[in-house]
DNA sequence: TTATAGACAGACCGACCAGTCTGTTATGTT
DNA sequence: AACATAACAGACTGGTCGGTCTGTCTATAA
């Protein structure tokens, strides 16, 4: 019997699959992140985590279930290296929201020492290049959207409470547009590959929300 | 002697090659608006164009220096359909620069009839997919952005003289705002489907901007 | 008529693609 | 010990990739 079913039910696989798994997806999350879905192979993904073919067949589906597999992976990332719960626990919620928007962007530039690139955002990434022939990863994208819009929506709607943001602002559309600048940004960095735009857009929006 | 330096010196080429050149282009923006870059293979471009392979090796160096000159012709295009020329005489700036942001919603709009796809922003999808690993895209995409950010500055500058726009905003950071949020709001539509973000977003800066 | 070069044609190349196939080894259950 | 299955291995497939190669056809100028 063969798992690669992909339904994120990572519940009673053993630790040794789930390593192998986690491996996989970190490597192809490296990868894609660099240079994109279609121009990394699948070749380079297996040898960069040092695994065989058949065992990468064994626990995806297929290279588009491994991308929505890396899209999950990397939420959970998020919410642990962001520290989501905090931020959502943070007495100021205007604090928080800064604390979330300045993770976000530190995610968008490469971690390792040295030639530091600015890679963008990931899930923006495979946003562009999959959104239309790839509906699974099209909809697990829209998914992860949906959810941070929903976290920044909660921590607007708590800062007005608290006399932290403008009362007359509407916050569910607030929220879009935080992250419709957000992924801007990081679509602008990219292309000119510095940080300007991201530190204007947070310097703008605290001006904007500020009361 | 092969003319395919691509160094946009289109002039002195015989019309015969113009329009060859302009049937692979087209085919190539077209393809690329709606795959991208790297799952577009160069025979479905060349097939679509009606040209045999080695045509278009000499007209083009390459895939690379083709997304390139797909660039220029899409500014080019750009510069004609949204009417840029008649956006910068407009006697009120302000109309100007809705009808500039209008025009460009409208461009990640699929032309066709029928099943309507929102394939985003051309400049925007190849900025993401090449960025990093294709210098001469990215600069490409970079220069046409500042060109663009550089007429909404333009137009700003200009409507605040007029007291069409808040006179307290600084016109260049406005413009960089302006941009990303466009850039923003096509990439978040282009994940759902729909024009809500984009919708949005010319919603809020029309709020924004008015004095 | 001949020389020259731009424009066009398509067979061909090695490399790589995602995915399949037939195995072997490890692990846990009875 | 015997069995079942999860986990792993890698050779192999047909197809496509971007790019090269050797031409032919056509238009202009000498």
Redesign the pocket.
Known sequence: ???NQEQESLTG??P??????ERIVKAAFELFSLHGY?A??????IRAA??????????FK???ALAVATLSWYMEKMRTEVGLDDILADPSPLHGLWTLLEGMASQTRCAETGNCQIRGCFIGNLALELSVDHAPVRRKVAEIFDMVREVIRTLITHAQQLGEIRPDLDPDQTAGMILTMMEGATLMDKTRQNSQDMHGAIYFLKGYLSP
Chains 1, 2 share one sequence.
């Open positions: 019997m063969v798992i696989l053993s040794k699959a789930l390593a192998t798994r279609h990394t192979g699948l070749e380079r993904i040092g695994v065989a073919k058949g065992n990468f067949y064994h626990h297929g290279k588009e």
